[in-house]
């Protein structure tokens, strides 16, 4: 079957490519940004890429006509302010888009909605399943609640407060039911209903076996990891207080913060288990689902992330727009050295961020990150996702990755960090010599204070980590 599918670089869509590959379908990837997707060579054979957005209507020409079946995995909470319009609009446009093709069925993944009193992120993920059930096509609808794998957004914000707090002082949203469901069980029902027609034009409810309040998960996770966690929620921290507690002590970004604690308030359980008449599967237990996450992060096999999706990102950006670093208007810190052995410098370079680190001055490097999480940036949370592997796309620390080739020896990242300008950092390998060059582009004379404010910071953590890096 020819299938299309949207949100190809986001954290469940990566993660499904290779199971519609191996079940033999012909994938076409609609993505926004080409440079971003790095599909493993092994998928390439089957697969096509098309560059559109879902808000421009004239690039979604480009889905071919002769598609069966899509996918749609896109959401715009995190991105914009106006998420709920965005999302609308891009719906209307992708129906609009498909009513041209020969595309039988689309599978929409969403959020339970059971509550008449709703979020805005669910209300907004119920319009757009009214949308999509304008189309020419059958809609099929997986409303799930809290998705639990390694990477995913909702396990990142547990592992992050429960692995921080030994004592949680928590909002009572902590008492809000929901039923988590196992990545793995995700992917099962995603392909399971693929071509079933006895699916067509219905809505299901997915989830795993346990129901729990979101303190019940987090204590779980604690037990799964030996840890000892206390517990006290109170009764008058605001939403907005509540958001603020989850962005600086988790790695979401306060946008993304606000949507899922409106969210959390609702409860998110699962009306029946009719799925499973439909798509039989061995639903994976809570705990379990921990362990195995855990299992993936240990071992550096962690398939996807949504820290590298762009909606981590304070401003998405396109990766072209970017890769060229410019000069006019520009402060650049250029600094060369000489290195002792290429293959250690690159093995180092591409390790650089996470819990690696930055080898030298680390806290000052804390410190940037911190005064960054401070005026609502990313700080240095998000970490990356690989410990020695980065491709274009990829997040590192509060970097975006634009551009990685270890046979040319450069790396090329962009700051995503709130500054009065933009910023690139760059490591090179050319005639033995490691070049490393930070470029600033000021945006007014506020860019330009930074950057001499800076100065001194420059030259302690840019001097020392070249000189870690050639040793």
């Given amino acids: 079957m020819k299938i299309l599918l949207t949100g190809a670089t986001g954290y469940i869509g990566q993660r499904l490519l290779p199971s519609l590959v191996g079940l033999g379908h012909q994938v076409v ?50 991105s914009h302010h106006d998420y709920a319009d965005v999302e609308q609009q891009s719906a209307q446009n992708f129906v609009e888009a498909l009513s041209g093709t020969a595309a039988r069925q689309v599978i929409y993944l969403s959020g339970i909605v059971n509550d008449e009193d709703l979020s805005a992120h669910l209300s ?37 407060l429960v692995e921080k707090l030994p004592l949680m002082v928590a909002p009572k949203w902590v008492k809000t039911r929901c039923q988590p469901i196992a990545i793995a069980n995700v992917l099962e029902i995603l392909t399971g209903v693929l ?91 809570y705990e379990e689902a921990i362990r195995r996450a855990l299992d993936k992060i240990q071992n550096n096999e962690v398939a996807s992330s949504w820290h590298d999706a762009m909606s ?69 949370r998000r970490g990356r996702t690989h410990r020695d592997h980065i491709e274009a796309g990829d997040s590192v620390d509060f970097w975006r990755v634009l551009y990685a080739n270890k046979e040319e020896g450069r790396l090329l990242l962009f700051a995503e960090m709130k500054l009065p300008g933009e910023a690139w950092l760059e490591f090179r390998i050319k005639d033995g010599y490691l070049w490393q060059v930070a470029t600033f582009r000021p945006k007014g004379l506020w860019g330009r204070l930074y950057w001499y404010a800076v100065l001194p910071m420059h030259e302690i953590v840019f001097r020392g980590l070249i000189h870690r890096l050639t040793q």
């Fill in 195 to 285: 071509g079933n027609e006895s699916c067509y034009g219905q809505s299901f409810d997915i989830g795993g076996p346990d129901v729990l309040s979101y303190k019940e998960m987090l204590l779980g996770y604690a037990r799964v990891r030996g840890l000892k966690r206390l517990i006290f929620t109170v009764p008058v921290m605001t939403p907005r207080l509540s958001s603020y507690w989850l962005h600086f002590v988790t790695s979401v970004p306060y946008r993304l913060a606000r949507a899922l604690v409106d969210s959390m308030s609702v409860e998110v359980v699962c009306r029946d288990e009719r799925i499973k008449a439909h798509v039989p599967f061995k639903a994976i237990p």
């Fill in 124 to 160: 907004s993920r119920l319009r757009v399943e009214q949308t999509l059930r304008q189309g020419t096509f059958a809609l099929t609808t997986l409303r799930a609640g809290i998705i639990i794998g390694s990477g995913s957004a909702s396990f990142e914000i547990i592992r992050d």
């Fill in 312 to 380: 981590s990102s304070k401003r998405p950006i396109k990766i072209s727009d970017f890769i060229e670093v410019p000069t006019y208007g520009c402060f650049k810190d250029v600094r060369k050295k000489k290195i002792r052995d290429r293959q250690r410098t690159i093995e180092r370079i591409w390790q650089i961020g996470g819990d690696k680190g930055w080898y030298y001055a680390q806290w000052l490097w804390r410190l940037r990150g911190l005064l960054d999480q401070a005026v609502g940036g990313v700080g240095l």
């Fill in 29 to 78: 990837c609609l993505v926004r940004d080409r440079a971003r997707f790095h599909p493993a060579a092994s998928l390439r054979p089957y697969l096509e890429v098309i560059e559109a957005d879902l808000l421009n209507v004239d690039s979604l020409k480009a889905i071919p006509k002769d598609i069966e079946a899509a996918y749609y995995l896109v959401h715009s909470m995190a």
